[in-house]
């Protein structure tokens, strides 16, 4: 057994164990709707399965990924910086709130550092989660080409008056790859385990909860999640992959994602999600309609700029990113944002000509 698989075994037993130590500890009240899933509006990247301890259907990772699993960002050889935008909207009473993310990660030669800033303006009857600033930072190393690990530090504050509070919390994750096994039909075979929100959530029980007149903290705090993800498909024009994510808010709520991407000419790409809340189904407040997601990519030439040119990087990546998702109880939900790769090093060995030298 190698020094990877002995570490995934020891994630995933220690997953199981934890699950299995607070399972008796089911809190009564709930976060308000949409709580869960705070740190996961600003960015359309999420409706690509980006929402996944695995790293989503086909592998991809920017800043955003900070909030799902901190080991994501560790491949990362240049540096990249994402962006983006959401706007929620209550068709039956006419009201509105938007979120928006900002994020960069820079590698070094002892791993990569990653933070992130979102803002969350939502408070309207459907989604009571208020008013919110976060900030997150990161860090992450490759211990070997298929292994990831990696922790982050986040805090932030409410701003709704007399319901003002804060939040400060760490989390702690893994990523294992197995690129091909030989009896199965997929290949890139990826496994991730974190653990979530470890510290002290939003309480803002003035907004109110989804089964009571009065809400729990969100995030749920010290939420385990695990996930694994797959290429199902793998054709010199088309891939396809699948991801299934697992997570117990707080030990007292179940949430399932799923998602499906698709990506052409290694170009377009196509991505749906779908999340199931157990809470929030339970209590009429569910999302049954999948995320839609589309996506292009692009390259922009840098071989000219002298601050990137000098590592090496000619090209820079641009992958553009639009979402839309309906929501429970009227809400709409569109995103769209960016994420931007200075350029990967290349990983080819120089070529070196070697002339024959003439002597006199």
Known sequence: MNAGDALLKKSFFAFGLLILAVSGIIADDAPPPGGESLFLYGHPAYAAGANSAAGGPLFSAGPYSINVNPALTAGFQAPVADFGVSVLT??????????????????????????????????????????????????ARDVTENLYIGVG???????????????????????????????????????????????????????????????????????????????VLSLDKLKLGLSVDASFPAFSNFVLNAGVQAEIADMFYVSMGWDFNAREGSNEYGTHWPFLSCGVKFQIDTSGVKAL????????????????????????????????????????????????????
């Not at 550092?113 to 860090?139: E, K, M, Q, Y």
């Not at 569109?334 to 070529?351: E, H, K, L, Q």
């Open 309 to 360: 040119g000098k590592d090496g990087v000619e090209e820079t990546d641009v992958k553009i990113d639009s979402l839309w998702q309906h929501l429970h109880h009227n809400i709409e939900h569109i995103a769209i944002g960016a994420t931007v790769n200075f350029g990967a090093r290349d990983g080819m060995p120089p070529v070196i000509d070697v002339e024959e030298v003439q002597y006199k």
């Open 153 to 231: 530090l986040s805090a932030g504050g409410m701003f709704n008056g007399a319901a003002s509070d804060f939040y400060a919390a760490a989390d702690a994750g893994v990523w294992y790859r197995i690129k091909e096994i030989a009896v199965l039909p997929v290949k890139n075979i990826r496994f991730g385990v974190v653990f979530q929100n470890l510290g002290k959530s939003f309480n803002n029980y003035l907004l109110g909860g989804v089964s009571l007149s009065y809400g729990a903290g969100f995030p749920g705090i010290f939420q385990p999640k695990a996930g694994v993800a797959a290429d």
């Open 90 to 139: 209550d068709t039956a009473s006419a009201k509105a709130g938007a979120a928006l993310h900002l994020g960069a990660s820079y590698p070094t030669r002892w791993g990569v550092w990653t933070g992130a800033l979102r803002g969350v303006f939502l408070d309207f009857d459907a989604l009571p989660i208020g008013n919110s600033v976060t900030g997150h930072v990161g860090f």
